[in-house]
């Protein structure tokens, strides 16, 4: 297809084609339950690792051997050798870039509501996910190596679409076959991946933040509109602007996780008011002012501005210079921002304790079959009546 987009875009006219057709099809699956998505989801995840395994193979048979990214690294990159204090830096911030990127996962309580029992997720989080991620990032890696060394004339081959380009571009009318069920089997999981972990969690969280306004369909909606918006494509333009987008989530959510830990397991020791927590009023112990904690944006603030230096001379290096020290101090990000927001937030809440510390309610509800055992403090008939709608309705 005839290109007639500018080179400053940062996708082709193909691409933009194939961008649309895969959001037109994403949305009418964001109409059905969440519930719905389990069995397509595994569906997906058996038929990807199929195909990923499939690749691995093919390349490392093909090639022989692990590639030059292993033989001889610096050649491909054409540095020197890392050494001291330089390779230390280096691995920090791929340390800080791999927990950056996943730290939206760190808070994806949204589908652990589903479990049966409280502790059915740990499984899953302590084992599963670092297994997939680590099995994912040693395939990719040799995968790429050994496509450099097949294929030296091409640029390094990190994004998988680049690689299944360069496959159906070299190879036989069989070679395009494969593409062609390698990249429906990815398609699939990317599908799912946009869905649940974009589409549907973000519709989440606006209708937890806006309930009158969103429901987690119409949320879902927002999401996608917002994703074309944001020009997805400019952030993977270039694999290095690409780390650096990875690299953002740790800056803001380091600090994030920080104040969760700090509040849930040293400041309140895992005592909530389970009832406090659907009050929509004063009478809640955690409405502070209008609904904002004010110590909250403090502590986060405090915890992500020493990271902005490094982050904009990362992001825009041709338009911010900083010092080394602060570039060094960006490579900590995640670290860095979640002990000074956590530490932060303690000082805060001992120098001004908020109300209901270390309290729990009287009595608990279990489930929305069970009758409500509500605690004293709730003054108001209404706020009662409000806690069993919201049970009756199977929102708890």
Same mark, same amino acid.
């Given at each position: 297809?005839?290109?007639?987009?500018?080179?400053?875009?940062?996708?082709?006219?193909?691409?933009?084609?194939?961008?649309?057709?895969?959001?037109?099809?994403?949305?009418?699956?964001?109409?059905?339950?969440?519930?719905?998505?389990?069995?397509?989801?595994?569906?997906?995840?058996?038929?990807?690792?199929?195909?990923?395994?499939?690749?691995?193979?093919?390349?490392?048979? =093909?090639?022989?051997?692990?590639?030059?990214?292993?033989?001889?690294?610096?050649?491909?990159?054409?540095?020197?050798?890392?050494?001291?204090?330089?390779?230390?830096?280096? *691995?920090?911030?791929?340390?800080?870039? &791999?927990?950056?990127?996943?730290?939206?996962?760190?808070?994806?309580?949204?589908?652990? +509501?589903?479990?049966?029992?409280?502790?059915?997720?740990?499984?899953?989080?302590?084992?599963?996910?670092?297994?997939?991620?680590?099995?994912?990032?040693?395939? &990719?890696?040799?995968?790429?190596?050994?496509?450099?060394?097949?294929?030296?004339?091409? @640029?390094?081959?990190?994004?998988?679409?680049?690689?299944?380009?360069?496959?159906?571009?070299?190879?036989?009318?069989?070679?395009?076959?494969?593409?062609?069920?390698?990249?429906?089997?990815?398609?699939?999981?990317?599908?799912?991946?946009?869905?649940?972990?974009?589409?549907?969690?973000? &519709?989440?969280?606006?209708?937890?933040?806006?309930?009158?306004?969103?429901?987690?369909?119409?949320?879902?909606?927002?999401?996608?509109?917002?994703?074309?918006?944001?020009? @997805?494509?400019?952030?993977?333009?270039?694999?290095?602007?690409?780390?650096?987008?990875?690299?953002?989530?740790?800056?803001?959510?380091?600090?994030?996780?920080?104040?969760?830990?700090?509040?849930?397991?040293?400041? +309140?020791?895992?005592?909530? =008011?389970?009832?406090?927590?659907?009050?929509?009023?004063?009478?809640?112990?955690?409405?502070?002012?209008? &609904?904002?904690?004010?110590?909250?944006?403090?502590?986060?603030?405090?915890?992500?501005?020493?990271?902005?230096?490094?982050?904009?001379?990362?992001?825009?290096? =041709?338009?911010?210079?900083?010092?080394?020290?602060?570039?060094?101090?960006?490579?900590?990000?995640?670290?860095?921002?979640?002990?000074?927001?956590?530490?932060?937030? *303690?000082?805060?809440?001992?120098?001004?304790? @908020?109300?209901?510390?270390?309290?729990?309610?009287?009595?608990?509800?279990?489930?929305?079959?069970?009758?409500?055992?509500?605690?004293?403090?709730?003054?108001?008939?209404?706020?009662?009546?409000?806690?069993?709608?919201?049970?009756?309705?199977?929102?708890?």
């Amino acid at each position: 297809m005839k290109n007639h987009f500018p080179p400053d875009i940062g996708m082709k006219t193909n691409d933009f084609v194939g961008f649309i057709i895969f959001v037109v099809i994403c949305l009418p699956v964001f109409l059905l339950k969440p519930e719905r998505y389990r069995v397509p989801a595994l569906i997906s995840s058996v038929i990807v690792i199929i195909a990923a395994f499939t690749i691995f193979i093919w390349a490392l048979t =093909k090639q022989g051997n692990g590639g030059p990214l292993f033989s001889n690294p610096e050649a491909v990159y054409g540095v020197g050798k890392l050494q001291g204090s330089r390779l230390g830096w280096v *691995m920090m911030r791929c340390i800080t870039s &791999g927990i950056g990127a996943w730290s939206g996962g760190v808070h994806r309580l949204d589908f652990s +509501r589903y479990a049966r029992n409280q502790g059915d997720q740990l499984l899953g989080q302590i084992f599963v996910i670092p297994l997939c991620l680590l099995g994912s990032n040693i395939l &990719g890696i040799v995968t790429t190596s050994c496509a450099r060394g097949f294929y030296p004339d091409e @640029p390094l081959l990190w994004k998988l679409y680049d690689l299944l380009a360069a496959i159906q571009r070299h190879g036989s009318s069989r070679a395009r076959a494969a593409v062609f069920f390698a990249s429906f089997a990815f398609f699939l999981s990317q599908m799912s991946v946009t869905i649940v972990a974009c589409g549907v969690v973000g &519709g989440m969280d606006l209708a937890a933040l806006l309930p009158r306004y969103f429901t987690i369909r119409r949320g879902s909606f927002v999401i996608a509109a917002i994703g074309i918006c944001i020009n @997805p494509w400019r952030i993977l333009n270039t694999a290095n602007s690409f780390i650096s987008a990875m690299s953002a989530y740790g800056v803001f959510l380091g600090p994030l996780t920080g104040i969760m830990v700090a509040d849930y397991h040293f400041l +309140r020791s895992r005592q909530l =008011k389970l009832s406090h927590l659907y009050l929509p009023n004063p009478n809640s112990d955690y409405w502070f002012w209008h &609904g904002l904690n004010w110590r909250a944006p403090i502590a986060w603030v405090l915890g992500v501005w020493p990271n902005m230096p490094g982050f904009a001379a990362s992001v825009t290096p =041709k338009a911010v210079h900083v010092s080394t020290q602060w570039i060094h101090v960006y490579y900590l990000s995640w670290p860095l921002g979640f002990s000074i927001s956590a530490f932060v937030w *303690m000082v805060l809440n001992t120098l001004w304790p @908020p109300p209901g510390v270390g309290e729990i309610d009287e009595e608990v509800f279990a489930g929305p079959s069970q009758a409500i055992s509500y605690s004293p403090s709730l003054e108001k008939q209404g706020d009662i009546d409000l806690i069993a709608k919201v049970v009756e309705n199977d929102q708890v």
